[in-house]
């Protein structure tokens, strides 16, 4: 993608369909006069007189208590420099959206326009009775340390400049481990440090908290090695200076076990890699462009342990691991702020938890089949569900050990539980999808891509490198549209109608009728449907020429799904064909099913339904608790229908006791553990989440679903067809692009693992 294009996208993105990036929202109800009077005035005046009486009470009443902000005077943005406090602000608002959606903390983003430490100073103390916390960001250095000094000092709230400890944090737990794993001592390695700016002081600060040396310690700025001789020091620097006799990186990092890059691209040459000690650490930071790219560099030694800013290569040193789950930490024990105690926990936590087995949705993210601690994973995956019951625990009680927490936390269990429930893992599922369609991109046909919705997908796809497409559709219209999306890559694009195509649509034809002329199917028939581009598209996939197909946009689901049925087939040992919806809670992602194809199925059917949505749900990385849902449960109501679910049951039960699954049962007792552990304790779902709904039939599927959907705005993936014998997915008529992008990952993810199985 061209820079110009990137940018038009970026500038779309924040300014559609609303601009910014985070919003407020009311928690309470407020349809009702009643209710206006409790939120207002006069209720409104109860709680005031309660905080007036103790402060304390602003975190029962307020929101106070799970409201961060975050402050800048756009100094030190991003790599832009000082572009000003206002031009800052799409950056604040975006690690607002990052609190939310990884720990969900509140966010007020507050630029203030100054320069002058003392005015800064003041406007925050000022503005602090609001918050809970402070997250301070893009402030340059040196101001940066004297304002965080300061607002810690005289300020009872968490406070922290995340441009620092952010850093500091992720990577020193990647340091940590990857000492171990090179099997040296961190007292005794030699660190070179790139970089003299805020990040580069702090790591180096909590390097020495973990157990390095300062003696051992070398930083180098934009002229040279920091050195006691040298004039005009500010005290950050020359916390920092040696007397060692080395002038320049190139010098210093002879012999050196660790090079830790906070600088800028491009800085080190293989040469100077060669120089280092044997195993040498290197975790080259700067961003976009690292110090060393990843390929050279490990190219280049054989046995080096290597990190980088970058999601593209392994061991990412990403500040999302740290600052929402420190934060966290600290508002839930009401945190009187944020001390060394707290931040070396939350780099233990980080390090521990890199070596414990890796969850199958972080393989499955990255493509992999058993990702281990090693040279290649020295920290947790951004995808890592784990990171919100660890590090902000660990956090919490370092608060408390160390005596700054309000707060304290007495049942651990219980905090885990709801910070599990805190956030569904739904935007986390999607991410991890793209990544895993990335790990191995496979050719998807876009049966339409002749509409502009579909195109754009297919674009992303593309642009993305989730998926190879290839366009099916009127290439004169395609054509036209590709260029007013400005998609100019050389695809593929097939139309079957063309005559182009006539000796591949004749053999196509009688690959066809061959296989269904004794269903009364006509070779007139099989070439005249060999015209339509569903048909060609589903041959193509079946003899092979295309990987996966997605399809449906503009006609009606039954329409389309009949020919994918007769040309592709069913599975071995799939009784009916059938298709799940993967809703995207806040509890995390359930699977629905039968939303599309089962009208009114039987009791082997539905059983069939469920043992196949557990195969869906095992490709994606779920271990599978499903409920049978019912009007009744357990035989409370006797009818057809509930004995019809009764019996699904009896037969999963019989043929499959290693799957988890139980009904009849109502959907409320089905998602409610306390419910159902108070009513019905003899249930396999006790103790357990379930992720996967079977309905009883498709009236209730559809609706649910559908209700879902638009009534609590939950983003839904599929339907997705299960019991194919290939990687074929229908879009609902209409899908959004979104939409339409998600099942392309489905499509693709689903080849990869039918690519394992030949």
């Not at 060394?340 to 993210?365: D, R, S």
């Not at 660990?394 to 910070?419: F, H, N, Q, R």
């Not at 599975?571 to 064909?577: A, K, L, S, T």
Request: aromatic share 6%; charged share 25%.
């Amino acid at each position: 993608m061209s820079d110009s294009k990137f940018r038009d996208e970026a500038l779309n993105y924040h300014q559609y369909p609303t601009p910014g990036k985070i919003q407020v929202v009311p928690t309470k109800k407020h349809a009702t006069q009643k209710d206006l009077s409790l939120a207002y005035t006069p209720g409104v005046a109860a709680p005031c007189l309660e905080i007036e009486k103790n402060p304390e009470n602003a975190y029962k009443y307020t929101s106070k208590g799970n409201l961060v902000a975050v402050i800048s005077n756009g100094t030190a943005v991003l790599g832009l420099g000082d572009i000003g406090a206002l031009a800052g602000k799409p950056v604040m608002e975006g690690k607002g959206l990052l609190f939310k959606i990884f720990a969900d903390i509140d966010v007020f983003d507050i630029e203030v326009d100054t320069h002058d430490v003392e005015k800064f100073i003041e406007t925050v103390k000022n503005i602090a009775p609001t918050f809970g916390g402070i997250n301070l960001e893009d402030i340059k250095a040196p101001e940066a340390f004297e304002i965080e000094r300061r607002l810690k000092e005289e300020l009872d709230i968490p406070v922290m400049h995340d441009d620092q400890h952010g850093t500091a944090i992720i990577s020193a737990a990647a340091l940590k481990n990857a000492v171990e794993l090179a099997g040296k001592d961190i007292s005794k390695v030699k660190i070179v440090v790139s970089g003299a700016g805020a990040a580069a002081i702090s790591c180096s600060r909590l390097y020495l908290a973990i157990g390095a040396k300062r003696e051992n310690v070398v930083m180098c700025d934009s002229k040279g090695v920091i050195r006691k001789d040298a004039d005009n020091l500010n005290s950050q620097k020359a916390e920092f200076a040696t007397d060692i006799d080395v002038h320049s990186l190139e010098e210093a990092m002879v012999g050196s076990d660790v090079f830790i890059g906070l600088s800028k691209g491009n800085l080190v040459t293989p040469k100077m890699l060669m120089t280092m000690a044997k195993d040498p650490i290197v975790f080259a930071m700067a961003n976009p462009t690292p110090e060393i790219e990843y390929s050279l560099a490990v190219k280049t030694r054989k046995d080096i342990i290597m990190a980088t800013g970058r999601s593209d290569n392994p061991n990412q040193v990403n500040n999302v691991l740290g600052f929402p789950y420190i934060f966290r930490g600290a508002l839930d024990v009401r945190a009187t702020g944020i001390n060394e105690e707290m931040k070396i926990a939350a780099v233990h936590a980080l390090a521990n938890l890199a070596k414990e087995t890796v969850p199958e949705h972080v393989n499955i993210a990255y493509g992999k089949t058993n990702m281990q601690f090693g040279r290649e994973y020295i920290i947790p995956s951004p995808f890592d569900n784990r990171l919100i019951t660890e590090v902000p625990p660990a956090v919490a009680k370092a608060a408390m050990d160390s005596g700054i927490a309000k707060k304290p936390i007495t049942d651990w269990d219980a905090y885990k539980e709801e910070l599990a429930e805190r956030l569904g893992s739904g935007n986390k599922f999607i991410r991890a999808l793209m990544s895993k369609a990335k790990s191995d991109p496979k050719t998807i046909i876009f049966a339409e891509a002749d509409q502009l919705s579909v195109l754009k997908a297919a674009q992303i796809v593309h642009e993305e490198g989730i998926g190879k497409p290839i366009l099916m559709g009127n290439k004169a219209l395609i054509h036209e549209l590709m260029k007013e999306l400005k998609f100019e890559e050389e695809l593929l694009i097939i139309d079957p109608k063309s005559d182009e195509e006539r000796e591949r649509r004749n053999h196509f034809a009688n690959l066809y009728w061959e296989k269904r002329k004794r269903k009364g199917v006509t070779l007139l028939d099989a070439q005249s449907w060999m015209r339509e581009r569903n048909y060609f598209a589903a041959m193509m996939v079946n003899e092979g020429e295309a990987d996966s197909l997605v399809t449906g946009y503009s006609r009606s689901y039954p329409a389309v799904a009949k020919p994918m049925i007769e040309l592709i087939g069913k599975g071995e040992g799939v009784r009916r064909i059938a298709a799940t919806n993967i809703m995207l809670t806040k509890r995390g992602p359930i699977f629905f099913s039968d939303t599309a194809i089962n009208i009114d199925p039987s009791s082997e059917d539905l059983a069939n339904i469920a043992y196949m949505t557990t195969v869906a749900m095992k490709m994606f990385g779920f271990e599978p608790v499903l409920a049978m849902l019912s009007y009744s449960n357990f035989g409370s109501s006797e009818s057809a229908l509930t004995e019809k679910v009764s019996k699904a049951v009896e037969i999963m039960h019989r043929k499959f006791p290693n799957i988890t699954v139980d009904g009849d049962v109502q959907a409320d007792f089905a998602l409610n553990s306390t419910m159902l552990k108070e009513k019905f304790p003899f249930s396999k779902l006790n103790g357990k989440k379930v992720n996967g709904l079977i309905f009883p039939n498709l009236e209730s599927a559809n609706i649910g679903y559908k209700l879902m959907k638009e009534f609590n705005e939950i983003s839904s993936i599929g339907p997705i067809i299960i019991g194919l014998k290939k990687p074929v997915h229908i879009i609902q008529l209409g899908a959004s692009v979104d939409e339409i992008v998600n099942i392309a990952c489905v499509a693709i993810v689903h080849a990869q693992e039918m690519s394992k199985i030949k």
